[in-house]
């Protein structure tokens, strides 16, 4: 029976080990995790828990009873130090060495560093992990100045929390709008007038120099031009750059992530990689490409696994994904590479409406605001790759159902 091991214990690690169980491997699980934590979710670290909505347990993907029953021998606070491919061997920094049959690479991505002065300083954080995520709702509370340098999604739903906590937030961006890489101009727009009304500030086009600071600790934020936006903490949300190294060290190919196949296999038949350190095949797209979203993280645990297990994989999903802020609950399916026009339905100014992305008369994304029909059509039409008519699109009387051309 074949001993299957997996390096990271995250959402991706996690949910492979499950899989496996699920679909009928009986051979020996290893899950290797450098958290303390059992497996856990990340997206209400900056969301319902931060605000004091969710409790620890409920992030949990599964109860410590469940790895015992599962027979998944767990080793938290296990570092994965090197890969030996030929003697199909990871060694640990705790010294130990364990072999394997299948290896999984499921090592996530860490947060991006400002390498800029000031960034030790005590109050600059990060957040992609639950220490990180007590750090940061230790320093929020009424009256406190949460500078967010990052106006990606993580930034801005620390920004929403930070405002639910009662404290003020401001947020940096280096670009001319928020969500620049991530969202299209209307939602960049929506959202950053959606915050300016619940009291976020922001700074645009703001190149940051240094963070300031009195004692060891942050006070304020330096721009380029001599600005000092005063801070009680500074959240650094710029990005997460894929945990590679032990693939790249072992010589298996990484393009920006470790290049898999559908079935998550990398350059090595034995090696899996999945979830945000994977570079994996976008079938509907044509394209190689490195997700962050826990969809992905699944999708890739169901491949990994199956492949694993030789049963059929599961046929290739829209990717998604989604983002809660203040009442607003985005959801996001497909990507709008190659798009050569956008069809906005619904009504921006009341918080429900979806942006739609084609090209030619295809679907290839869609944005969607308090919208769940849209996106759920949505998500369809990209799957299905169902021409549209846009007049019948543009018109929110016209149900979705009726677009499809
Ligand atoms: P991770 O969850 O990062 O897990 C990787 C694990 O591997 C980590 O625990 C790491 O410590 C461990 N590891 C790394 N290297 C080693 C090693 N050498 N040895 C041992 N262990 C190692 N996605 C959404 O779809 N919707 C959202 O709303 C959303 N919100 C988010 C909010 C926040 C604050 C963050 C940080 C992420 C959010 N995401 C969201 C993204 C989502 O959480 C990730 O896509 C998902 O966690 C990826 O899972 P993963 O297992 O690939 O990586």
Redesign the pocket.
């Known amino acids: 029976k074949a001993k299957v091991v997996i ?9 492979a080990a499950a899989f496996l169980r699920q679909y009928g491997h009986e051979g020996p699980i290893v899950l ?4 303390p ?1 059992l ?1 856990y ?7 319902a828990w931060l605000k004091g909505e969710a409790d620890a347990d409920s992030l949990a993907l599964k109860p410590q009873e469940w790895y015992a029953e599962a027979n998944v021998a767990l080793r938290l606070q ?4 090197s890969l030996n491919r030929g003697a199909r061997t990871v060694s ?1 920094a705790s010294g130990e060495v364990i072999t394997y049959d299948f290896l999984i690479l ?6 991006r560093e400002l390498p800029i002065p000031g960034a030790d300083l005590a109050g600059v954080l990060a ?3 639950a220490a ?2 007590e750090g940061l709702k230790a320093a929020l509370g009424a009256g406190k100045r949460l500078a967010v340098v990052g106006g990606g ?2 930034g801005l ?2 920004a929403a929390s930070a405002r639910a906590l009662g404290a003020q937030a401001i947020v940096i961006e280096r670009e001319s709008r928020v969500l620049a890489r991530v969202a299209c101009e209307t939602l960049s727009t929506f959202f950053q007038d959606y915050h300016g009304a619940r009291g976020v500030t922001f700074e645009l086009n703001a190149n940051v120099e240094a963070f300031e600071g009195e004692n060891g600790r942050v006070t304020g934020v330096r721009l380029k031009g001599g600005e000092i936006v005063a801070c009680d903490a500074a959240l650094v949300g710029v990005g ?1 750059h894929p ?1 590679v ?2 693939a790249q060290d072992a010589g298996l190919e990484c393009a920006g992530g470790i290049v898999v196949d559908l079935e998550a296999r990398t350059s090595d038949p034995r090696v899996f990689a ?5 570079h994996r095949p976008l079938p509907l797209y044509e394209r190689q490409f490195r ?7 699944l999708e890739q645990a169901k491949q990994a696994a199956a492949a694993i297990v030789g049963r059929a994989g599961p046929s290739p999903e829209v990717p ?5 802020q203040y009442d607003l609950k985005l959801q996001i399916a497909g990507l709008p590479f190659d798009a050569d026009s956008t069809i906005v339905r619904g009504d921006v100014a009341a918080a429900k409406f979806a942006v739609f992305h084609l090209k030619g008369d295809l679907v290839q994304a869609v944005e969607a605001v308090n919208a769940p029909p849209e996106f759920m059509a949505g998500k369809q039409l990209i799957a299905k790759r169902t021409p549209v008519s846009k007049t019948k699109l543009s018109d929110p009387a016209i149900s979705m159902k009726e677009v499809a051309a």
Do not use: C, M
């Open positions: 390096v990271g214990a995250g959402h991706a690690g996690g949910s290797i995790g450098e958290e934590l497996p979710q990340r997206p209400p670290l900056s969301k296990g570092v994965a130090t640990l499921a090592t996530g991505a860490r947060a957040l992609r992990t990180d995520a999604y993580v739903e620390a997460a945990n190294e032990l999945i979830g945000d350190v994977a997700l962050e979203s826990v969809p992905n993280a998604w994904f989604w983002s809660d």
